[in-house]
């Protein structure tokens, strides 16, 4: 039961053009959530993040929104770059137990191919 | 500051054999994660620890077990190595009482084959 859905495998745009990344979730009690970047032969690095109780976070050419009624978010990258070519993975945080633990649900990725 | 180191990168085990993936931080990080990543799937949470000494189940847990005697080190065995144990295997490490929260510090990885 895949509870972060990554629909899209790949993704190709052009240089300079805006690249959209989607992810849909099932699980209500997700309530932080992450995207990440990976470029092969290493390991995922953050790239930015978003709260629930917000819709929209902003940081340089990335750009999260949240759409909670849908449970769906999107990352927007513009103008995308050669060098944004990576797998995205799309995150969600959940509680687990009590206290201050939590753990992360990851989608499959989506290969972004950003071509000159 | 290394961040997150993993050892070996590449390893090849026979079916029966056993190893253990080392892995070490040093951003003085409470929370420390292992993963696997199977070709065309996401990340799945093996086992976790929230300190020195406590460690607890993920997703996927059986055929590994993990230990925390330090706040740097956690290291992942896997002791009857079988052919579904080939995979990419990532640490991860987080402190979510800094600025950055929820966000993990991902190793470069381990890549298992198992024949």
Same mark, same amino acid.
């Given at each position: 039961?895949?509870?972060v ?24 009690m ?13 390991g ?11 819709d ?5 050419r990335f750009?999260?929104f ?7 978010l ?30 992360l ?5 989506t ?6 | ?21 080392q ?7 409470n ?6 990543q #199977?070709?065309?799937?996401? !990340?799945? *949470?093996?086992?976790? @620890? ?10 996927? $847990?059986?055929?590994?077990?993990v ?5 740097? #080190?956690?290291?992942?065995? !896997?002791? *009857?190595?079988?052919? @579904?144990?080939?995979s990419?295997y990532?640490?991860?490490s987080?402190? $979510? ?15 298992l084959?198992?024949t």
């Amino acid at each position: 039961d895949q509870q972060v859905k990554q629909n899209s495998p790949s993704l190709s745009v052009q240089e300079g053009r805006i690249s959209i990344l989607n992810c849909d979730y099932t699980n209500s009690m997700f309530d932080y959530f992450l995207w990440y970047k990976k470029y092969p032969a290493e390991g995922p690095t953050f790239l930015i993040s978003i709260s629930s109780i917000k819709d929209k976070n902003e940081d340089g050419r990335f750009t999260v929104f949240l759409n909670k009624s849908a449970k769906h978010l999107s990352l927007h990258i513009v103008p995308s770059q050669p060098g944004d070519s990576a797998v995205y993975f799309c995150a969600a945080k959940s509680d687990v137990g009590g206290g201050s633990n939590y753990k992360l649900t990851f989608g499959k990725g989506t290969l972004l191919t950003v071509n000159p | 500051n290394a961040g997150v180191t993993q050892t070996p990168k590449f390893r090849i085990l026979k079916i029966g054999q056993s190893m253990t993936l080392q892995c070490t931080q040093d951003m003085n990080h409470n929370y420390m994660y292992w993963y696997r990543q #199977d070709p065309g799937m996401g !990340l799945k *949470l093996i086992y976790y @620890s929230v300190g020195a000494g406590i460690t607890d189940k993920g997703e996927v $847990p059986n055929g590994y077990n993990v230990s925390r005697s330090t706040t740097e #080190d956690f290291p992942l065995r !896997l002791e *009857l190595a079988a052919p @579904s144990q080939t995979s990419v295997y990532f640490c991860a490490s987080s402190y $979510p009482l800094t600025g950055a929260i929820y966000e993990q510090y991902f190793g470069p990885g381990t890549r298992l084959t198992v024949t």
